[in-house]
């Protein structure tokens, strides 16, 4: 049966800059078909290698709460702040089952929820997280699965952090290292937020995207002890926000039951 996208694409229903995943309707490919709603357009593309789909985009009238929506943004200067959009090269896609290392990898740190959006760069051999603002993909970090240097990737460098909360944000916040640590963070504690800083370094820019939380705690790894406390102390200064420096026995990520004890309770 021969299918008319443009119908398909207008039935998705989409809010502006909002973010859709699903089976592709042209090729079955297993979640490989994205559509994304921006300034009236509603971009779609597969990322299955081999789909027939040509990546386009379709019109769609705003409605009047988005128009108004962005008429405020614009009052308060907000749109100057907007981040480009990543657009997903086309070797950046969901595996196929027979790439092992892949799914190794995954099933090692328990990634395998496809909320997490998680993908695979074919041409790097990479497992590849894409980083949002709100549900816009504005970069993606791959780490490399080969050996190949850096072992940490980043595609644009647009975002400022990688962030990942499972459940309804409560305001609390916990600074890690790396993406695969803020995860775990999300998991142990579905209402708090996991923030990598993506290094060992913090800026003003990170300090502007902290504001928002009620509580941070940053829990940086073993061998950053000492820029955990150095870190505390500058972000409550420059924040005024009750900020913990977390002393850890190993990565958060390797899951030691001491270190989670203590993430659940500095997190409540």
């Given at each position: 049966?021969?299918?008319?996208?443009?119908?398909?694409?207008?039935?998705?229903?989409?809010?502006?800059?909002?973010?859709?995943?699903?089976?592709?309707?042209?090729?079955?490919?297993?979640?490989?078909?994205?559509?994304?709603?921006?300034?009236g357009l509603v971009k779609y593309?597969?990322?299955?290698?081999?789909?027939?789909?040509?990546?386009?985009?379709?019109?769609?009238?705003?409605?009047?709460?988005?128009?108004?929506?962005?008429?405020?943004?614009?009052?308060?200067?907000?749109?100057?702040?907007?981040?480009?959009?990543?657009?997903?090269?086309?070797?950046?896609?969901?595996?196929?089952?027979?790439?092992?290392?892949?799914?190794?990898?995954?099933?090692?740190?328990?990634?395998?929820?496809?909320?997490?959006?998680?993908?695979?760069?074919?041409?790097?051999?990479?497992?590849?997280?894409?980083?949002?603002?709100?549900?816009?993909?504005?970069?993606?970090?791959?780490?490399?699965?080969?050996?190949?240097?850096?072992?940490?990737?980043?595609?644009?460098?647009?975002?400022?952090?990688?962030?990942?909360?499972?459940?309804?944000?409560?305001?609390?916040?916990?600074?890690?290292?790396?993406?695969?640590?803020?995860?775990?963070?999300?998991?142990?504690?579905?209402?708090?937020?996991?923030?990598?800083?993506?290094?060992?370094?913090?800026?003003?820019?990170?300090?502007?995207?902290?504001?928002?939380?009620?509580?941070?705690?940053?829990?940086?790894?073993?061998?950053?002890?000492?820029?955990?406390?150095?870190?505390?102390?500058?972000?409550?200064?420059?924040?005024?926000?009750?900020?913990?420096?977390?002393?850890?026995?190993?990565?958060?990520?390797?899951?030691?039951?001491?270190?989670?004890?203590?993430?659940?309770?500095?997190?409540?």
């Amino acid at each position: 049966m021969t299918i008319n996208i443009r119908d398909y694409v207008v039935d998705l229903e989409l809010s502006e800059g909002e973010t859709t995943r699903s089976d592709c309707p042209v090729c079955d490919g297993r979640n490989t078909f994205t559509a994304t709603k921006d300034d009236g357009l509603v971009k779609y593309n597969c990322y299955k290698l081999g789909c027939s789909l040509v990546p386009s985009a379709v019109p769609i009238n705003l409605t009047a709460a988005e128009i108004a929506e962005r008429l405020s943004s614009l009052k308060h200067g907000d749109l100057k702040k907007t981040v480009p959009r990543f657009i997903i090269p086309e070797y950046i896609t969901y595996p196929e089952p027979s790439q092992t290392n892949y799914h190794r990898f995954v099933s090692r740190w328990g990634l395998e929820n496809e909320y997490l959006d998680v993908m695979y760069d074919v041409k790097d051999e990479r497992v590849v997280f894409l980083i949002r603002d709100k549900h816009k993909v504005i970069d993606a970090i791959g780490r490399s699965l080969n050996g190949s240097v850096p072992k940490w990737l980043r595609y644009t460098g647009n975002a400022t952090v990688f962030s990942r909360c499972m459940g309804e944000p409560n305001g609390v916040a916990v600074i890690v290292e790396d993406v695969i640590s803020a995860i775990i963070v999300s998991k142990v504690c579905p209402n708090v937020t996991g923030i990598a800083i993506l290094g060992t370094n913090i800026n003003h820019t990170h300090m502007e995207y902290l504001q928002d939380y009620t509580k941070i705690i940053v829990a940086l790894d073993p061998d950053a002890t000492h820029k955990s406390i150095e870190y505390r102390k500058e972000i409550q200064s420059w924040t005024g926000i009750d900020t913990m420096a977390m002393m850890l026995q190993d990565d958060i990520k390797y899951k030691t039951e001491e270190d989670l004890i203590k993430l659940k309770e500095y997190t409540t």
